[in-house]
Nanobody, 120 residues
Framework: QVQLVESGGGLVQAGGSLRLSCVVS????????MGWYRQAPGNQRELVAS???????NYEDSVKGRFTISRDNAKNTVYLQMSSLKPEDTAVYYC??????????????WGQGTQVTVSS
């Protein structure tokens, strides 16, 4: 059984910073890609940033230069450092991991979501 626990969301003023964390626990063989998605009211869930097992990163255009994704493989944790936050960054942020629950098996798991609210 795999669990993802997110933390670090909250209320911040525009221009401020937040750091999200997502810890993966349970029984699995290995973790492949890790990523952060967000969903604002009335919008579809969208990919914000992702990082491969080799550390290759990818960002949604609107967050490039402001957000940084990183991972600590020893701690099975992925982070999202968010700076220069804007009101339009307000959303529920979800952690997603692609992992191997057993050899030759692959599955995707989601965290419960953490609210990020940026006030103007």
């Amino acid at each position: 059984q795999v669990q993802l626990v997110e933390s670090g969301g909250g209320l911040v003023q525009a221009g401020g910073s937040l750091r999200l964390s997502c810890v993966v626990s349970g029984t699995f063989f290995s973790i492949n890609a890790m990523g952060w998605y967000r969903q604002a009211p009335g919008n579809q869930r969208e990919l914000v940033a992702s990082i491969t097992s080799r550390g290759i990163t990818n960002y949604e255009d609107s967050v490039k230069g402001r957000f940084t994704i990183s991972r600590d493989n020893a701690k099975n944790t992925v982070y999202l450092q968010m700076s220069s936050l804007k009101p339009e960054d307000t959303a529920v942020y979800y952690c997603n991991v692609d992992l191997n629950p057993a050899m030759f098996k692959r599955a995707s798991y989601w965290g419960q979501g953490t609210q990020v609210t940026v006030s103007s």
